[in-house]
């Protein structure tokens, strides 16, 4: 069988698609790629429609092909190399048998996606190849087929569709339905203030330290929470609920960011700063509509 042997596992690595999606009432998390930009450049450039990636997160990485296959590494810099020779991410490779692939540490972002022509053969569960890490990462060990695939060309990202990743962020978010449990000044506070990502972060969540955010109402009856949910808790401590978010969840809900920022703070490390900025609906729909068309060209 040819594919991956895991010679080195990651700190955290997994198979990623897209999520799971129409199980949320018995409990399961979407889950997903969290960086959805970096990840569907890396099925575009393979020609992949469906399909799915290794996704790495601060590195330590290391496999070995037992076969040809055809690759393409994006998203972070997690100091990518084959055979011990730095490569440069956003782009395609011809990888050969016996060849060593590794990430061997952060420089730049946190999580980078590594995908093969067609896709790695692994079986799918609830209809995905997603899987939360909480039931399953990538260990020493492991074989991850693939069908071999071999190509002369080359194929990168253009510079402008390169995002660079730093240490702030703004967040574009979306009043909802429960505003009015926050008072007007409390808002201000919210839209005026550099919120810092905490070690408290995980595919399910990002915790944030700012000024105290005070509700008018402690909790609310459990209900189903959208991906970027920004919850405030007791402490008055903004959350991002993010791709492995429970499914239900009962504190105030100031309102949701824009999807395709929280694929971008996925790549923001401890202690990078964020600003919330309210947006539209229609300026919602337009960014979102812009960022799902760089996919569709």
Known sequence: MSGFEVLQEATWSNIEDLGRYGYNHVGVSNSGAMDEYAYRWSQKLLGNKESNAIEVMLGGLKLKATADVEISVCGADLDFRINQEKKVMWQTYQIRKNDVLG??????GLRAYLSVKEGFKVQKKYNSYSRTYKEQKLKKGDFIPFTPSKSRDIKHVSIPYIPTY????????LLGS????????????FFNTNYTLTPHMSPMGYKL???VLVTKKGGIISEGI???????????QPIILLKERQTIGGYPKIGTVLASDCFALAQLPIGANV??????????????????????K
Not at 278 to 293: L, R, V
């Open 209 to 211: 330290q700012g000024k």
């Open 178 to 189: 429960q505003e009015h449990f926050f008072s007007q000044s409390t808002k201000e506070i």
């Open 226 to 236: 959208p991906f970027g949910t920004v919850q405030i808790p007791p402490d008055g």
């Open 103 to 108: 990430f061997y540490g952060q420089i730049n």
């Open 275 to 296: 600003q919330f900025k309210e947006i539209s609906i229609t300026d919602a729909q337009n960014k979102m509509k812009a960022f799902y068309g760089i996919f569709l």
């Open 166 to 173: 730093s240490d702030t962020l703004t967040l574009h978010i």
